[in-house]
């Protein structure tokens, strides 16, 4: 059978948890892929990058977004605007990449309720809470009061694992890389619903 249609990894859990890094350290290890940038309303952080870490757009803009249709999904966050712009995604599909996506649980909503047959889900998270809380603190790249948001947040997120098909609790970075790396591998072999159709269609002619 050939799958051409590509196939959607979705990554989501706590700011803090680390996927960036496991992103960065799997990239070259699953074959083709298109790391999806969202667009975001919240200001860059020092050492970001327009276009690399995120889009950063005004308020205004993503507004008129969202009113044209041009997100796949999009969320409030902390008071900052995300969002998943549709078309690259859907180039990056059909040139049968693996389209990796770091939303929150709401965007993994959207998507799933939009893109369930080609989508496969990970939840990564800290082994505890407490690690959390320290490796947002050392970071030092948010105030205290930005830092118990994002822990609210992350409680509340945690709650909602089930909903993923895979969790990977990010004690030792290589572990949970080589993990991700034989789920997104997997992900590739997931086949749609119109290519499982067309398949029993031709099997017995």
Do not use: C
Not at 96 to 120: C, M, P, S, W, Y
Not at 147 to 157: D, F, N, Q
């Amino acid at each position: 059978m050939n799958l051409s249609s590509g196939a959607i990894l979705v990554l989501s859990g706590p700011s803090g948890a680390g996927k960036s890094s496991l992103i960065r350290k799997i990239t070259n290890h699953i074959g083709p892929s298109y790391f999806s940038i969202s667009s975001t309303t919240r200001p860059k952080r020092e050492g970001e990058e327009d276009g690399v870490h995120y889009h950063f757009i005004s308020l205004e803009e993503f507004k008129a977004g969202i009113e044209e249709e041009i997100f796949l999904e999009y969320a409030l966050v902390h008071g900052n605007y995300y969002g998943t712009s549709l078309r690259p995604v859907k180039q990056a599909l059909k040139e049968g990449k693996l389209v990796i996506f770091d939303i929150d649980v709401q965007g993994h909503d959207e998507v799933q309720n939009r893109l369930a047959d080609i989508t496969t889900s990970v939840f990564i998270t800290t082994p505890t809470l407490e690690e959390l809380q320290n490796r947002l603190s050392s970071r030092s790249s948010d105030s205290e009061e930005v830092i118990k948001k994002r822990l609210e947040m992350a409680t509340r997120e945690v709650q909602r694992i089930s909903e993923y098909d895979f969790l990977i609790v990010n004690d030792d970075l290589n572990v949970a890389a080589q993990t991700l790396i034989t789920i997104a591998k997997a992900a590739r072999m997931k086949i749609p619903a119109h290519h499982i159709n067309e398949f029993v269609q031709l099997w017995a002619v």
